[in-house]
Nanobody, 116 residues
Framework: QVQLVESGGGLVQPGGSLRLSCEAS????????TSWHRQAPGKERELVAV????????NYADSVKGRFTISSDNAKNTVYLRMNSLKPEDTAMYYC?????????WGQGTQVTVSS
């Protein structure tokens, strides 16, 4: 079955860290650009970070530059999002996305809550 499965979300205090995982099954993830997005209640979904295919070029939203790092482990067919120095405004549902056979493929999401 072709799918993306996110994990690693949770409740963390401001200033804390989390690492999200996006594991692909049914296809090889490293040949495609993969991105992390987030959506907070009442807000539109926004792009957080993207890693582009075999070359591994990365880009980040201004709001997370210097705090978040996107990376991939080809052996595990997984893309990660390391999030440091978390802020309450980072609270959102986080989704990973890639392209498969010309269509967007999304995971089910993992909730990140930053609160004291």
């Amino acid at each position: 079955q072709v799918q993306l499965v996110e994990s690693g979300g949770g409740l963390v205090q401001p200033g804390g860290s989390l690492r999200l995982s996006c594991e692909a099954s049914g296809f090889t993830l490293r040949y495609f650009a993969t991105s992390w997005h987030r959506q907070a209640p009442g807000k539109e979904r926004e792009l957080v970070a993207v890693i582009r295919g075999v070359g591994g070029i990365t880009n980040y939203a201004d709001s997370v530059k210097g705090r978040f790092t996107i990376s991939s482990d080809n052996a595990k067919n997984t893309v990660y999002l390391r999030m440091n120095s978390l802020k309450p405004e980072d609270t959102a549902m986080y989704y990973c996305k890639t392209r498969y056979l010309g269509n967007d493929l999304w995971g089910q999401g993992t909730q990140v809550t930053v609160s004291s």
